[in-house]
């Protein structure tokens, strides 16, 4: 699938792309770890299934981040409870994922993409599960966030979340057919 090849560009899995990239230094010569590292800081994942751990409730799940960041336990409740207090699901923090409808669940995948504070948000077909007024509802988060200054990349099909984006490069077989700036 070329959308997900893609994607793995841009994660990092392929290090000829990264390594042309100046983005700390060069990164094609970091090892794993410091890649991880990297992207776990810098980037922040949207998936378009969500992948919420269904164990865990909200707060956990959101707080998964910044276990691998080593932050204090009680730092991460915090930190997890403010940003999801920010994509408005106060009132459901104690709730485990199946217990939410697909757009709460959408909101909190972005809510653990974000409690980082990442530089780049990634998001890969945020609103392919969703129904289009819950899906309007996401990309409405998506503007205010951009509005704030954080760099956003949606990987899509959907023509209308495309003519929403500043910026949409179409691939083609794998190759760049269009790089356009919306107005």
């Known amino acids: ?17 990264w390594g042309i990239c100046s983005f700390y230094s060069n990164l094609a010569l970091l090892d794993d770890k410091e890649l991880s590292t990297i992207r776990g800081r810098e980037i922040g994942f949207v998936f378009q299934s969500f992948n919420l751990i269904p164990q865990l409730s909200l707060v956990e799940n959101v707080e998964v981040p910044l276990y691998y960041q080593r932050v204090e336990v009680n730092s991460r409740k915090a930190k997890a409870e403010n940003i999801l207090e920010r994509v408005g699901l106060s009132d459901r923090m104690s709730h485990r994922p199946s217990e939410l409808s697909g757009g709460q669940q959408q909101r909190a995948a972005v809510a653990r993409a974000l409690v980082t504070n990442p530089s780049i948000l990634l998001a890969d077909e945020p ?5 289009s007024e819950t899906g309007e509802e996401v990309l409405r988060l998506f503007d205010e966030l951009h509005k704030e200054g954080l760099t956003t990349i949606v990987v899509t099909h959907d023509q209308n979340v495309g003519n929403r984006c500043q910026r949409v490069i179409r691939l083609l077989d794998g190759r760049i057919d269009s790089d356009e700036l919306n107005g």
Do not use: E, P
């Open 1 to 17: 699938c070329r959308r997900r090849k893609f994607t793995n560009l841009v994660k990092n899995n392929k290090r000829r792309l």
């Open 127 to 131: 609103t392919g599960n969703l129904d």
